[in-house]
Every structure is written in structure tokens, then in C-alpha cells.
């Protein structure tokens, strides 16, 4: 049997699954948590000497790695040097939370398994087609281009993943398919894809832009960090707010949209509002990208929340119909977790939930890299 190890390292887990080439099913996988704390692996190494344990004698073909961050650099998935390894750990200053967990992640594979090929999949390389209207922010070019501001976009693995569903749930050529993709889980953004190629997205050039997340602010005037820190709020102060206890969080006191829904119906304000503020950006995204992209053939649902929330989806596309985009409230209440269509019969614009599979993106894509 052929197998790929597929490596998602965070700053204090690594979630890993084995896959099968051939099949594309996963075999088994897993997750070490709190890495570093007491009781737990004391750090990446270790915590893959035990994943390895778990491994057996299985000696996969590639091992395939999530990197938040390519810069503008990697387009595509990469076989992993020394080179590539020092130029994501340069990169770590775009992704300080993400970038080295990632790159511990690869030093140890590398080290359990010499010989083995690594294969780095860029969060960040879907979204390389964005055009400069698209990723230029309106600042002083000089500032820009010597510190690398510019919009990246990021969930790119699950998007290429998803858009190539949705192509094969409606039968057509992913090619003239005009796709709206909300990836809505406790990170949270959506992506305009023309043709199977990003035109707009959400985030930018950090994770922290875009849609109201579980913790994170999503868009805000730049304004307000001025007055914060004027009022003595330091950069790091600033920081852990709008990335930790924002969103969700900060508005309703509760990270987890289920919780939350739950405390609006029993008549919670601030829940409610904060519900009302997170639909608000859906809704505000959905507009703007309905008009980048001349319309739409689908709306497109993925990730916890998208996946799960039928109330998240209906107030989405809530009282669009003049726009073609009509909801089976029946379809979207049903649980399942199958990809499907939710909307009306005679809805001229579709809208799809389907489960992402990262997973299977970085095997498939690791795969092709070692050719």
C-alpha cells in the first residue's frame, strides 16, 4: 500500500493522518495536544516521536505539510530543502503564530524520516492570482514593497479542494464556473474564484482581515488601534485583542458560534448582536463579490460552521431571491454530511454546502509535487 503522512502542526498540536495514495482514503490519523505544557510531548520532536510510534512500520511515500504563509514566493507546493525551509522561516515574520509551528512540524519529519520526500502546501499559493488591483493596499508603495504588505489571502488549500466539488456536484467544467466560497469555522473568510482562480478574498495580509471570526476582529478602522494606543494600550496589548478576544468572544463572551446561537434564541442581547454583526459581514462580502465576479453560478458553504450552521446559511442568502438566489429551507435544515444543494429547483444561483477535506488536498497536491 502507498501512503501519505499528512502533518498539520500548530503552535501546540499536531493534528496527522495517513492516506492512501491509490484510494484516497484516510486510514487512521490523530492529534497531540499541548505540546509543551506539563504532562505533555515537551516539544515538536517529541510529539512526532509519538505519532510515529502510532505509525508502526509504515514508511509513507511523501509527507505533506499545511504552511500558513508563502509570501509571494511559492505558488504551489514545493519540495522542502534547506532552502525552503530558511525561506519559511523567514516568512515567519508575515505569520509569527503560524509559520514556526509549521516549520517544527517539517524539521521533525525530516529528521524521523530521512530520506522520505516533504512536500510544503502554502496556505497562501491559491490565491497567487490575485490581481494587483486586488492585493495592493493604498499606503506608501515604497513602505509596501520593503516590508511585503500586500494582500496573501489564506484557507487557499481548502478552497482548491472545495471549488473542485462544487464543479463536480453541478456537472460542469470548473473552468466557467463563477464561485462565491464562505469557509466559515472559528478562522473565518471568503473567497470570489473565477475559473477555478482567485479574484478577491477576504483576508489579507495576515489571517486577522476580513470576516467577524470566533476571535478575531476581522475588519476594522485602523483608526481605533491610534486611539487605543494613545489610551496606553501597547502593540502586543493590541495584538492578543484583536486576535484572542475579539469576535465572537468579545462581543456575546463566547468563542463558539453553536453557544452563541443557543444564547440568542434564549434571549441573550449580546449574543444577538454579535450574530447580527457576524451576518452583517457575510452578507456585506456576499454583495461585494457578486458584483467583482458579474454574478454568480454558486454560493458555497465549508468548514464548521458553514457546514453545520443551517441558521448561518439561511440569513447568508436571506431575502436574495431578486438576485436569483433562492433557499430549500427543508434541504438546508437537513443534517447530513454529504456535499449537496441546498437551494430551490428554480434558483438561478446554487447554493452548496460541502466538507472540506485539507487533508486530502495536501496528499493529492504533495503527491503530485514528488511527480
Known amino acids: 500500500m502507498t501512503t501519505a503522512f499528512i502533518v498539520n502542526s500548530g503552535s501546540s498540536s499536531i493534528k496527522w493522518e495517513l492516506v492512501d495514495v491509490e484510494t484516497e482514503q484516510r486510514l487512521r490519523g490523530g492529534i ?7 504532562g505533555a510531548a515537551v516539544d515538536h520532536e517529541h510529539a512526532m516521536e509519538s505519532i510515529l510510534a502510532e505509525l508502526g512500520d509504515e514508511h509513507p511515500v511523501v509527507i505533506g505539510h499545511r504552511v500558513v504563509h508563502g509570501g509571494s514566493e511559492f505558488t504551489s507546493a514545493t519540495l522542502v530543502t534547506d532552502e525552503v525551509e530558511a525561506a519559511i522561516e523567514r516568512l515567519s515574520a508575515l505569520a509569527p503564530l503560524h509559520n514556526p509551528a509549521n516549520l517544527a512540524g517539517i524539521r521533525a519529519a525530516r529528521a524521523a524520516f530521512p530520506g522520505v520526500p516533504n ?54 467544467p470548473l473552468e466557467e464556473l463563477k464561485l462565491i466560497v464562505f469557509h466559515l469555522g472559528n478562522g473565518a473568510s471568503v473567497t470570489a474564484i473565477d475559473g477555478g482562480r482567485s479574484v478577491d478574498t477576504s483576508m489579507g495580509m495576515t489571517p486577522l482581515e476580513g470576516l467577524m471570526m470566533g476571535t478575531r476582529s ?21 495584538d492578543t485583542m484583536l486576535n484572542r478576544s475579539s469576535g465572537l468572544l468579545g462581543v456575546a463572551g463566547n468563542g463558539d458560534m453553536r453557544d452563541v446561537q443557543a444564547a440568542a434564541a434564549a434571549g441573550d442581547a449580546a449574543a444577538r448582536l454579535a450574530l447580527d454583526v457576524y451576518y452583517h459581514r457575510l452578507r456585506h462580502y456576499l454583495g461585494a463579490y457578486l458584483v467583482a465576479l458579474g454574478g454568480a ?70 503527491v503530485a509535487a514528488i511527480g
Open 32 to 38: 497531540v495536544e499541548r505540546i509543551g505544557e506539563t
Open 119 to 172: 512536500v510544503a502546501v502554502f496556505d497562501t499559493a491559491f490565491h497567487q492570482s490575485l490581481q494587483p488591483a486586488a492585493y495592493t493596499y493604498a499606503i506608501d508603495a515604497e513602505v509596501a514593497a520593503e516590508h511585503h504588505v500586500r494582500r496573501y489571502g489564506f484557507h487557499g488549500t481548502s478552497y482548491h479542494y472545495v471549488s473542485r466539488r462544487a464543479a463536480k456536484l453541478l456537472g460542469r
Open 218 to 238: 476581522g475588519d476594522l478602522d485602523a483608526g481605533i488601534l491610534f486611539h487605543l494606543g494613545r489610551a496606553g494600550f501597547s502593540l502586543p496589548d493590541l
Open 297 to 366: 453560478d454558486a454560493v458555497v458553504f465549508t468548514a464548521g460552521v458553514g457546514e453545520n450552521s443551517a441558521p448561518t446559511r439561511a440569513a447568508t442568502v436571506a431575502g436574495l431571491g431578486w438576485l436569483g438566489i433562492e433557499l430549500d429551507a427543508f434541504a438546508n435544515n437537513r443534517n447530513s454530511r454529504d456535499a449537496r444543494i441546498v437551494s430551490t429547483n428554480g434558483s438561478r444561483v446554487a447554493v452548496l454546502v460541502i466538507p472540506t477535506n485539507e487533508e486530502l488536498e495536501i496528499a493529492r497536491q504533495s
